[in-house]
């Protein structure tokens, strides 16, 4: 199957769509970027390949009649334990990091000590790693850093009391390996993975045996790539290979919406307002590249200020009873005013609900800039899953260009990578 990919690099995230010759989406991935792009290009399109391959499961598990109406549960089922084998192989390859760490000055006489403290440790991280991928389990991310890092931490400091051994000790070792482990993309071939997973199931293996298998047997030609984005001078492709961030915003948009003509795309690093004609070709545009005022840095910013995770910011802001008047749109400032408000005060979620509106007034003058919304206008990038971003920006919207039609895909994150993949369709198919 010729198999068409569109990577797009940003700042906190690169994502990746997959797509076939019919511009059908068939998957799509997504990893922190790292200061390593190679790796997150590569991870993020191991990701999206994945997703493909579980949408030709998809298909195949939909021939087989004595599945159906479980093809949901039993995909699921699959994907939980393939993710298990990853993180299971990612665990073996971050021990024998640790391992080869141990070493220098510091460790003199203490290197069999702290082998054993190691061995432990990983050996209670599988033994934990079953529960993080159970049916129901809820993890804060899926992300193997985080999912690793949260338990070695909490395991590492009670093995290393009952040896007797500085946990800074092991710690040291831990970061500086796990730094090695992220920056590579998880070995192993993806095929056995799948083949691992499905013995590793109990749920109807005899009948979904034949039909996994022979989704397997279909080989993933990668065909054309084509990179964008905030990184994507440091993707490795020819510049023939590569598009500009706001072409491929447009077609994306396009893509998704057909009827779009105004974009809006607030991502890690920048604010673009993009107006396309009926083909999704860009006719003209406006960004913030030089501040990061207004965009997800933004926001990054004040949870930090706040103590908070990002993902909370949105709905506590959805609490506010008042707005309060935020003055400033820089960020260093707007952190100051920030702590000037609590210190008057001010409830943090109404503090909170001024912020998204100031942001969403940036917003609004570079889409002024750009030559104003028309119907139909879509929402692209990262905050455009914060509702009170989103609850300011059809409050705005409204205000000044009446009732136009607002879009919001759940995988508008995706919205670049989704325009390069079709750009790299183009590229091939006439």
């Not at 460790?107 to 790693?129: D, Q, Y």
């Not at 802001?317 to 820089?330: E, G």
């Amino acid at each position: 199957m010729r198999c068409f990919i569109g990577i797009d690099l940003g700042s906190t995230t690169t994502k990746a769509v997959v797509m076939d010759e019919n511009q059908q989406v068939l998957g799509r991935g997504i990893t922190n970027s790292r200061s390593n792009y190679d790796t997150a290009a590569k991870v993020s399109k191991q990701e999206a390949l994945i997703d493909t391959r579980l949408t030709l499961f998809r298909r195949s598990l939909a021939a087989v009649p004595e599945v159906a109406g479980r093809v949901d549960h039993i995909l699921s089922d699959l994907e939980r334990n393939f993710r298990h084998v990853q993180f299971l192989e990612q665990l073996d390859d971050l021990e024998r990091t640790c391992g080869e760490n141990v070493r220098g000055p510091r460790f003199a006489g203490r290197e069999k000590a702290v082998l054993g403290v190691l061995a432990e440790v990983f050996r209670r991280l599988r033994e934990h790693s079953s529960g993080l991928f159970a049916v129901g389990a809820r993890r804060k991310s899926d992300f193997f850093r985080d999912l690793a890092g949260s338990d070695f931490m909490h395991i590492g400091e009670t093995v290393c009391r009952d040896a007797g051994l500085p946990f800074d000790l092991v710690l040291n070792v831990y970061d500086k390996s796990i730094i090695e482990v992220e920056n590579r993309p998880p070995a192993g071939d993806m095929e056995g993975k799948f083949i691992r997973a499905l013995e590793k199931g109990a749920m109807e293996t005899s009948l979904i045996a034949k039909p996994v298998r022979d989704a397997l047997a279909v080989p993933l030609e990668e065909t054309y790539v084509v990179g964008t984005g905030y990184g994507r001078v440091r993707l490795p492709f020819p510049k023939e290979h590569i598009r500009s961030e706001i072409l491929c915003h447009g077609l994306g948009a396009h893509m998704m919406y057909p009827g779009t003509r105004t974009v809006l795309d607030i991502g890690g690093q920048d604010t673009k307002g993009i107006q396309v004609d009926p083909a999704g070709i860009v006719e003209n545009f406006q960004m913030n590249d030089r501040c990061a005022a207004g965009c997800g840095r933004y926001l990054g910013y004040i949870a930090d200020e706040m103590n908070m995770g990002l993902h909370e910011l949105g709905p506590l802001a959805m609490a506010s009873t008042k707005q309060v008047r935020i003055n400033s749109t820089c960020t260093v400032f707007a952190g100051a005013e920030l702590r000037d408000r609590l210190a008057l005060g001010e409830k943090r979620e109404d503090i909170l609900a001024g912020l998204h509106r100031a942001i969403i007034l940036r917003a609004m003058s570079i889409l002024s800039r750009a030559g104003g919304v028309k119907d139909q206008f879509t929402f692209t990038g990262g905050v455009a899953k914060n509702e009170a971003a989103v609850r300011e920006l059809r409050k705005l919207i409204k205000e000044n260009y009446g009732d136009v039609q607002i879009n919001i895909d759940p995988d508008s994150i995706y919205t670049g990578a989704l325009g390069g993949a079709t750009f790299a369709v183009r590229a091939v198919v006439n």
